[in-house]
């Protein structure tokens, strides 16, 4: 069985510093991987993938993800916080023997202090 | 373009009554899949179609719960007598394949009473 785990229920960052957010994942074979972030009252907006190819990604709103094939994690990281950065921000990893299904870690709750 | 719609985005319904949440996907988007999110959690799959054909149900909780695509579009999914645990947010994602980036909607945050 696949999954993803994200050990933080929510991280706390000052505007302008650097922002990580930690994944893990545990899968049989390649791994396909997923950040999702989520305002109030909204749906998951996709950010980036991982499925193949550098191990930095880079996606939207300046965000990227490295991925640790010996981690085995993929954490998502931008180098300088906003507060609209404010968010719930999701782990998701693509289940290989179904029809694509996702996966989703539990979330982290970033907060992001003026 | 038009991203992902779902109606209503609020439902309140009392236990033991039958629901119908309603999910427009990207036009011309193959793949449709229903999620449930609990308050608190991550979604969690419940069903995937493929145009008008329905490929797995596996995470849909009980057999009160069905999902319909009968033009290969639109998709309903419907909660029969429902309970509590019920209550959560419904979300639904389309892609252009099973394969592709799932673009998802806004949700229908049910609350069963």
């Known amino acids: 069985a696949q999954s993803v785990a994200q050990p933080e229920d929510q991280v706390n960052v000052a505007e302008g510093n650097p922002l990580t957010v930690k994944c893990t994942y545990s899968v049989s074979g390649n791994p396909y991987l997923f950040w999702y972030v989520q305002y109030p009252n909204r749906g998951l907006q996709f950010l980036l993938k991982?499925?193949?190819?550098?191990?930095l990604v880079k996606g939207s709103y300046g965000f990227e993800a490295e991925f640790n094939k010996s981690q085995t994690s993929f954490h998502l990281k931008k180098p300088s916080a906003l507060v609209s950065d404010s968010a719930l921000y999701f782990c998701?990893?693509?289940?290989?023997?179904?029809?694509?299904?996702?996966?989703f870690g539990a979330g982290t709750q970033v907060v992001v202090t003026p | 373009g038009a991203g992902v719609s779902q109606s209503p985005r609020y439902k309140v319904a009392k236990r033991g009554q039958d629901v119908a949440l309603r999910c427009d996907p990207i036009?011309?988007?193959?793949?449709l899949f229903w999620y449930q999110q609990a308050l608190g959690q991550g979604p969690e799959f419940l069903t995937y179609f493929q145009n008008e054909a329905q490929l797995d149900k596996s995470g849909l909780p009980s057999d009160r719960f069905f999902a319909e695509r009968p033009e290969g579009s639109v998709s309903t999914l419907k909660i029969q007598r429902t309970q509590q645990e019920d209550s959560a947010v419904y979300l639904c994602a389309s892609s252009y394949g099973p394969r592709g980036e799932q673009y998802f909607g806004p949700g229908t945050r049910l609350t069963v009473t």
């Open positions: 036009s011309g988007h193959v793949s």
């Open positions: 991982y499925i193949t190819g550098d191990n």
């Open positions: 998701a990893v693509r289940d290989i023997d179904s029809w694509g299904k996702l996966q």
